[in-house]
């Protein structure tokens, strides 16, 4: 069974301060990947970062970067210098690789919300 | 540009109608997937299928089937509508072997059973 959990329902942010989504998960599959996305008020859902469970360095893509323990079982999204267009819903999914592992679970998601 | 297409952005239906949510996507995907968003629930997973007329059970699979008669599409049957059906349904899809790759969303179809 595969399992993630985000305990911010909601985060407010400063325009230009750096925020970080927590999500913590659980699985017994050996190797898996762990994603997160934006959904925007519009609804469309948006791929922003992806950490394998073996790779060495933490993942970053422009300003966000995935702070990944893997004996804590955590894959923190932390957005720097945040600016109003990150304001949305940000959701933290993983996938197992092995023994069927096709699934694709999601968290219940943090909604941020960006201010002046 | 590639694309995960949901036939429908809002319906609605009675209830005890049987509903089809239809998907199609364009990038050869062997994964599709099935999911309803309520707020505060996040998403969560009703069925996946890695190929045609092969399915699994997601999280919350009571009240609904699938489809995969193409590898294209996949679609999810309400056999009987039911008001606690009314959600946010979204279809996802991704690559089966490279399994670093993002999955794609569709719209969302906006279902409502009244």
């Known amino acids: 069974a595969q399992k993630i959990t985000q305990t911010q329902p909601g985060m407010f942010v400063q325009e230009k301060e750096a925020v970080t989504l927590d999500c913590t998960y659980d699985t017994s599959d050996p190797s898996y990947g762990l994603f997160w996305y934006k959904q925007p008020s519009s609804g469309e859902m948006i791929f922003l970062i992806y950490?394998?469970?073996?790779?060495?360095q933490n993942a970053t893509e422009g300003r966000y970067s995935l702070n990944f323990q893997k004996a804590r079982k955590s894959a923190n999204l932390v957005i720097s210098a945040s600016q109003l267009g990150d304001s949305a819903m940000y959701f933290c999914a993983m996938r197992g690789v092995t023994g069927g592992g096709n699934k694709l679970t999601f968290g219940t998601g943090t909604q941020l919300k960006v201010e002046l | 540009d590639v694309k995960v297409t949901q036939s429908s952005r809002y319906l609605v239906k009675r209830t005890g109608e049987k509903v089809f949510l239809e998907c199609v996507q364009d990038?050869?995907?062997?994964?599709m997937f099935w999911y309803r968003q309520d707020p505060g629930l996040g998403l969560r997973l009703i069925y996946f299928s890695y190929d045609v007329k092969m399915k699994e059970k997601g999280d919350i699979p009571e009240g609904y089937s699938v489809s995969r008669e193409k590898k294209e599409r996949f679609s999810l049957i309400l056999e009987s509508a039911s008001t606690n059906q009314t959600s946010m349904y979204l279809c996802a899809s991704n690559l089966l072997w490279e399994t670093h790759t993002e999955a794609f969303f569709g719209q969302g179809t906006r279902l409502t059973v009244v």
């Open positions: 990038m050869d995907h062997e994964n």
């Open positions: 950490q394998g469970s073996y790779d060495q």
